[in-house]
Nanobody, 114 residues
Framework: VQLVESGGGLVQAGGSLRLSCAAS????????MGWYRQAPGKQRELVAG???????NYADSVKGRFTISRDNAKNTVYLQMNSLKPEDTAVYYC?????????WGQGTQVTVSS
């Protein structure tokens, strides 16, 4: 199984970015897909997750600004990030759970300048 992320980059505070993560390989059946992030010197934290049925959950710090969505036919998950803040700066990792184990993407850097 491979998770390929795209969409990171440098943006000014208040700007927007959209991350994408496409899963390929012997996926079997996807349970949950989500996004985590890790800032320098901090632990990796959950940003948002979306289950196969469509239910979502978000970290309090991103509620109202970030939106997670998925295209089940393409095994792809998206993270629309609006009103970005400098504290959103981190490496963002895609995660997928297929009822057997977790898989991780390689990470994509998001940098928000003030």
């Amino acid at each position: 199984v491979q998770l390929v992320e795209s969409g990171g980059g440098l943006v000014q505070a208040g700007g927007s970015l959209r991350l994408s993560c496409a899963a390929s390989g012997s996926i079997f059946s996807i349970n949950v897909m989500g996004w985590y992030r890790q800032a320098p010197g901090k632990q990796r934290e959950l940003v948002a997750g979306i289950r196969s049925g469509g239910s979502t959950n978000y970290a309090d710090s991103v509620k109202g600004r970030f939106t997670i969505s998925r295209d089940n036919a393409k095994n792809t998950v998206y993270l629309q990030m609006n009103s970005l803040k400098p504290e959103d700066t981190a490496v963002y990792y895609c995660n997928m759970n297929n009822w057997r184990r977790d898989y991780w993407g390689q990470g994509t850097q998001v940098t928000v300048s003030s």
